[in-house]
Every structure is written in C-alpha cells, then in structure tokens.
C-alpha cells in the first residue's frame, strides 16, 4: 500500500515537474522559420576552451546576447547537466558524438532549422548531416569542430613508423604503449578487428553486437600487459612520450602538436585500417529558454572567422571549409597543420564517435549499450 | 554541571511558561544537556547519517542503462554483481594495497616516532613534527604529480641509481608505485598517533623494566610496543581507510591492472553514469571498515584517539 502511494507520489512530481517548464515557453512542433530578436542572454554547456574572449565577445557585442558558460569535465557530465531538473538550465551543448546521441533519444535536445544556419553549407560534405546529430534527416544541431584520434609514434624508435594499429597489439611493443583510458577506445579494436577479422562481421565500429564486443574485449585484454599507461588527460600521454618511455600510443592530433613543439620527435599516423574520431555538435535544448540568441550563436560559430580561431586556440580541424584560408592568416601553415585542408574521402573515412546504442539499425535491438561498454571497460583495465 | 537558567531568578516571581520550564528542568539536569548538544547532534544525524543512508537506499535500486534516471524498484541486482569478474579482483587488490601501505607506515613510523618521543632534543623535535605535516600543506595532487617525477623512467630516483651504479627501476605506473606513494602520503597520520603514545609512556616503565634486569630488546617488547598498540592501531584506521577510498593515485601514478574500489565507484559516477551500482559497490569499503574498526577497538585503538 506505502509503495503504490509513494509511486503515485513520483508519478504526480514528474508530471508537475514538466508542466511548470512547459507553461512558460510557447512551444509547437513547427520549426521556427525565422529569428527573432535576441533575449539578451545565452547559457551554454560546453568544453573548456570552447567559448573564449576572442570569438564570444564580438558575437556579444554583435549580438547583445551576453553569453555564460558552464563547462563540463565529461560526455557524461553534459549529459546529466543537460536533463538534470527536467532540463532548460541551459540553452545549448557543445556535445561530442559520444554524448550526442543520447542527448537526441532522451529527448533532451531540439531540431534545428539548417536553413536558418546559412554558413553550413560550406562545411566539408561529411559533416553536414553526420549520423551523430542527424537522426532520420533531422538534424539535431550544428556541427563545430573534430579531430581524428591518430597513431602517435616516436620516430627515434621507429625508423619506419608503422602503418598499421597492429603495431598497438604488438608484442614487440611491450610497455612502451599508452592507450587512452575511455570506454569508447572499444571501437579503435572494433575498426582494427572490422578489417583483420572480416568474419566478425564488423561493420560500424560503435554497433556491436555481445559476440563482436567480446571479441574487441578480447582483444584488449591481451593489450593490457603491454599497456605502460591508460591515460585519463592528454597531459599525461605528454609526460609519458617526454619522459615516460613511452614511443607508441593512441592519441590525438594536440599531443603530436604540443611534443612536437617540445622537440619531441613523433609522428601521428593514420593507419591503413583508418581511424575514429570525434566530432562536436552545438545542440540546442529542448527547453531552451533563450532560443532567438541560441539560433544567432550557431550562425555566428559557424562562420569561418570563429571556427578559424578556436581550431588554432584549440589545436583540432573545422568543419567550415573556408575557415582554413583564415587559419593560413592567423597562423602561417596552421591550416595544413590541423588537416583543414585534406580531400572529402578523407573526411568520409574518419569513422566518428557515437553513443553505441541497443538499436543497431538493422531492426534487431542487439546491440550493446553504453553501459556494457563501460563495464566492459573497467573489466578490460583490471 | 549544567547551568540552569532557574538559579539566578531564585525568589523573584518570574514570568509563567519561563519559570514552568526553568522548574521542570531543574530536577532533571539530563534533559538539559540533551538540549545543550541537540544541534551538533542534529547536524550529525543530518549530514552523515541522512547521507550513508541515503547511500544505502541508493544501492537497492537500479538505473535506465540509456538515459541512466534512477529507477526507484527494489532489487538486490547489484550487490549480485558485485560478485561477478572483475570486481572480487579489485577488492582484493584494494584490500591488499591498503594492508601492504599500512604496515608499512607501521614499521617506518614507529622508530620515527620513538626517536621522536624520547631521544630527540625539544629543538630537534619540534622541526621533526614540523618536517613531518609540512607535506600536508601541500595540495596532494601536487604531491602525487611530484612521485611521477621521482619515478619516471629518467627521473629522479634512476639519476641517483645510476650515480651509485645500481640498475635503473622500472617501477612508474604500477602497483608498486602506487604503494610508495600512498605510504608516503599517508605516513604523518601515522607517525602522529603512535608518538602521542609513545610521548604519554612514562619514563619510570622503562627504568623499572631495567631493575628488574630486562635488556632493552626485551623492555622494547614487553613494555614500549604493548603500549604503543593503540597508537599504531589509530594510526592504521587512517592508513588503512584513507587508502581503501582514494581513487587519484591510482589514476595518476597507477598502471593497468592497477584500479581500486575507488576507481569503480568512480567511473560508475562519471562515465556509466549508473549510481545505484556506484552506492552498492561504496558499501564495499564500509562493511570493510566497520570490520576493521571492531577489530582495532579490541586493540583499543580508540584509547589515544
């Protein structure tokens, strides 16, 4: 009897609790056609480095909407800052693939009108409706920035820098490996192991099923004895190429920028299995209470002047193809430096981060999740 | 004694419900202390009671592996899989570490400590408890970061292995390493509980230990260790417990195969975003603990706290 109660109880603060959001915002299925005037404020969740002086004060000044940001230590922290209270806190996310998935089937986030976005019709093909914010042709905000996660090899160890993740896997390289420490690193075995096992039967590197997940599993955990580290922050794979002992690992194109800088002589590989990668995404809440300024702000961050400027302060590539002239401007050669000058196939081949869901596409809901991911991760570690 | 308020409007008539309460509570200085210690004791049952309670409500329910809202149904699910690969590991693992650093603490801070209480001039000893918090100052992860310094494979132990012509270690990023680096960080809570009872035994002990013709070897273990018992025992509640709940060295100056149950709880937290099973699994150290305690308070361990 106490536990009906109480469950009624939950049921009738739930329903309050998304009515009273709800009867503040005149919302219809409709997408808006246009934008209006700015409410004079934006709140944003984003990474940090993401929303600095350089490019948010003239949007601001543009604008008149003054912008606050909350920023975020994980995938996960955005996710729960985006629904925690019913959501609405925060007008927008700069989600990355990993969490923006969830964010779309939580409801939590809001289509957006590209026709409303001009300058997204000079991002590169790829990411114009990539399968991490567009779901069903619907697109669930503006792509921002990415980055491939590269092989990271010093080349006074190897001659001849490897061409191929095996080398990660590579008994020879026993504790001379760092692997980052994230469950979504199942994947980088997944697309090693959708091309030297074709009989799993891989094809997308974040669908897979209980079979393909413990052959990556598998594979990983033979990986761990030659692991030297799983690092939690890029300094720490930094440390460990200058002084750790540590010449090959998985990593991301700001730690080869920042050791090269040092004179530490490495390389990021693509190998010939290709790579994953992440991709950003400014998503807008499904309750956002600033919505005009939120529309201004992904036309504004889409432009080629702003994205020029945070690929450099941030040391990853723009999905607006005209940014790179602008980096050439800013910064001599930065434009090939962060790869914002490569071909389209490139671009298509970089199998990008999204949140691996029971739904695999293939009408079978046979998929592991998230979550057996980050189990299986935590039993991969040890 | 507790005041009350009644004795200084002794013989002046006083207002009613004042001086009824003032009556009632003067044959009853109980009721008086009760009140006087109601707030910090209502802050207790607040902040910490509310808190492992709702920790242990936590735990008996489950969460939605998508969107990770906490289901409110009751379920025993995750105390079961607690019991599945790789957790049993890590709990041992944990365990162990935290026994390995606290026995280590023990047999470096005893002598410490007795030079300390007894042989150290006042001067000397001053500085030396001085040196020993000093590191306390100091924020740990700056501490944490200084051993992955120390340790690096061209850090600055192998440069003074190599000054002396021995072989380079090879200990960074292992369990090793976290070993040395939780002994080292949680060594002053050692050395602080077994010199407050090394300082309070009296001297005449030892004289009389001698009198009765007991070398010092056998006055060392007849009569200065027994007594220091309690202080080694609190000591190793901190050691003990301290290490049983830190996940950052782990992260930091550990490798793989190096997670603790902190470590767990973590990730749980963070990236599973699953808190029902981050709260079963934080009963762990608790259950570990309340053994650990029953078993020091024999000891009487709780004597020099």
Not at chain 2, 32 to 55: D, E, I, K, M, R
């Amino acid at each position: 009897m106490k536990r009906v109660r109480l469950v009624h109880m939950l049921v009738a603060a739930g329903v309050a609790a998304l009515a009273v959001p709800a009867a503040g915002v005149t919302k219809s299925d409709a997408l808006p056609t246009s934008v209006g005037k700015g409410e004079g404020k934006l709140t944003l969740v984003a990474w940090e480095g993401y929303t600095e002086k350089q490019w948010v004060a003239p949007f601001e000044k543009a604008t008149g909407c003054n912008v606050t940001t909350k920023y975020a230590g994980s995938s996960n922290d955005m996710f729960n800052l985006m629904t925690s209270g019913g959501g609405g806190q925060y007008d927008m996310v700069s989600a990355s693939g990993d969490a923006s998935l969830r964010l779309i089937y939580a409801g939590a986030v809001q289509e957006v009108n590209m026709k409303l976005v001009p300058a997204s019709k000079d991002f590169f093909k790829a990411f114009q409706s990539p399968p991490n914010n567009t779901v069903g042709g619907k697109h669930y905000g503006v792509s921002l920035q990415f980055g491939p996660n590269v092989l990271m090899v010093n080349k006074k160890a190897f001659k001849k820098p490897p061409t191929t993740w095996g080398a990660i896997y590579d008994p020879k390289n026993k504790g001379k490996i760092t692997i980052p420490d994230n469950p979504i690193q199942i994947a980088d075995a997944a697309l090693y192991l959708s091309k030297t096992k074709p009989s799993l039967g891989i094809k997308d590197p974040y669908e897979l099923t209980k079979a393909q997940l413990d052959a990556a599993v598998q594979l990983l955990e033979q990986q761990r004895p030659l692991v030297k580290k799983y690092w939690a922050l890029a300094s720490d794979q930094i440390d460990l190429f200058k002084n750790g002992g540590s010449t090959i690992g998985a990593s991301w194109p700001y730690q080869v920028n920042t050791l090269r800088a040092a004179k530490v002589p490495v390389v990021g590989v693509i190998p010939k299995e290709g790579v994953t990668g992440w991709l950003d995404t400014w998503m807008l809440s499904s309750k956002a209470k600033h919505p005009n300024c939120a529309y201004k702000w992904m036309q504004y961050i889409s432009t080629p002047k702003p994205q020029a400027q945070q690929a450099i302060y941030f040391g990853e590539t723009p999905v607006n193809k005209k940014a790179c002239k602008v980096m050439d401007s800013l910064s001599k050669g930065s434009c090939a430096q962060y790869s914002g000058n490569k071909t389209e196939s490139y671009y298509r081949s970089i199998k990008f981060w999204k949140t691996p869901i029971t739904d695999c596409g293939n009408g079978q809901k046979n998929c592991m999740d998230l979550r057996a991911w980050t189990d299986a991760w935590t039993k991969i570690k040890g | 004694m507790a005041v009350d308020p009644a004795v200084g409007t002794e013989g002046s008539p006083g207002t009613g419900a004042l001086r009824a309460v003032a009556r009632f509570t003067w044959r009853r200085p109980r009721l008086v202390t009760l009140g006087q210690v109601s707030a910090p004791v209502a802050a207790f049952l607040l902040v910490y009671v509310a808190a492992l309670v709702a920790l242990l409500i936590q735990s008996f329910w489950t969460s939605d592996s998508f969107t990770g809202k906490v289901i409110h149904s009751w379920t025993l699910d995750n105390f079961a899989e607690i019991a599945n690969d790789p957790y049993p590991t890590i709990i041992r693992r944990t365990v162990f570490i935290a026994a390995a650093v606290t026995v280590t603490c023990m047999l470096l801070a005893f002598p410490y400590a007795y030079f300390l209480a007894r042989i150290a001039s006042r001067r000397l000893r001053i500085a030396l408890l001085v040196a020993t918090v000093l590191p306390l100052w100091v924020s740990y992860l700056v501490r944490v970061y200084s051993w992955r310094l120390i340790l690096n494979p061209d850090g600055a132990l192998n440069w003074w292995l190599n000054k002396l012509g021995l072989p380079d270690q090879n200990i960074a990023y292992t369990n090793w390493a976290m070993w040395l680096v939780f002994t080292y960080i949680w060594f002053p809570f050692m050395v602080l509980p077994v010199y407050a009872a090394l300082e309070r035994l009296p001297y005449s002990y030892v004289e009389a230990s001698a009198d009765l013709g007991a070398k010092g070897w056998t006055t060392l273990r007849r009569v200065i260790l027994p007594l220091a018992v309690p202080g080694l025992a609190a000591g190793s509640i901190f050691t003990f417990s301290l290490t049983l709940g830190d996940y950052i060295a782990p992260s930091l100056v550990g490798g793989p195969g190096s997670s603790l149950i902190g470590t767990v709880v973590f990730e749980n937290l963070g990236l599973a975003n699953n808190l029902p099973f981050a709260a079963a699994f934080a009963t762990i150290p608790l259950a570990i603990m309340a053994v650990y305690l029953a078993l020091m308070k024999r000891l009487g361990a709780f004597e020099s706290l």
